[in-house]
């Protein structure tokens, strides 16, 4: 079985609601409608625009977390051999590059400015401070932890559709068996409705949709 295609659903469910809020529907297939799929279709149409809403933030946030990174190593890498020629005992953190997550990229610049405002009041840590790294260093970490949140919310996003995906489609495939008695299987009021299998047959009409 293949992934589920939110978006083909999303565009059927959205296709649901043209057809069962419509002023000349079919009253028994607008009242199936408005009792049967509406509230799990709501649910569902308004978790999947969530989730387009957070893959845009996320990859915006994480362009500029990146570009922000970018900005910050060469400044990183020199402020690290800079404390560790005056302090060679200095417990400073890895280069960024050997960081493995987010997460620990913050905690690498965190631990940096940390060590080196343990040595202020002498030159090299006060030109650390108020040079390129130590002036840049907050705005990047806000930018990496932007972009965590984001892709944590992006994460919460998708779990609340998938969530809301299987009563959706069960109502879905109840709605639709109505519309396929009223109308007819070759109305085009079922065609635009109908999920048809990843091969394009005919399925008669109860599979889920597919990628």
Request: aromatic share 6%; glycine share 8%; proline share 5%.
């Amino acid at each position: 079985m293949g992934a589920i295609d939110y978006k083909r659903f999303h565009r059927i469910l959205t296709r649901c609601q043209e057809l069962g809020t419509d002023p000349n529907a079919r009253p028994v297939v607008a009242r199936v409608y408005t009792d049967v799929l509406k509230g799990s279709a709501e649910a569902f149409l308004t978790a999947h625009k969530s989730v387009i809403a957070g893959e845009s933030a996320a990859g915006k946030e994480g362009a500029e977390a990146n570009a922000a990174l970018v900005s910050i190593d060469q400044p990183y890498r020199e402020a690290r051999a800079v404390a560790l020629a005056y302090v060679p005992t200095l417990e400073v953190p890895d280069t960024l590059k050997r960081q493995p997550t987010d997460t620990d990229k913050v905690t690498a610049l965190e631990d940096l400015l940390d060590a080196v405002d343990d040595h202020l009041g002498t030159p090299w840590a006060d030109d650390i401070v108020n040079g390129v790294f130590g002036q840049r260093a907050p705005q990047v970490i806000k930018e990496i932890r932007e972009s965590v949140d984001a892709n944590t919310a992006l994460a919460n996003a998708k779990n609340a559709r998938a969530t809301a995906y299987g009563p959706a489609y069960e109502k879905y495939i109840s709605f639709k068996r109505v519309v396929r008695e009223v109308h007819g299987p070759s109305s085009k009021e079922y065609k635009r409705i109908h999920l048809r299998a990843a091969s394009g047959g005919d399925d008669g009409g109860d599979d889920g949709p597919k990628e």
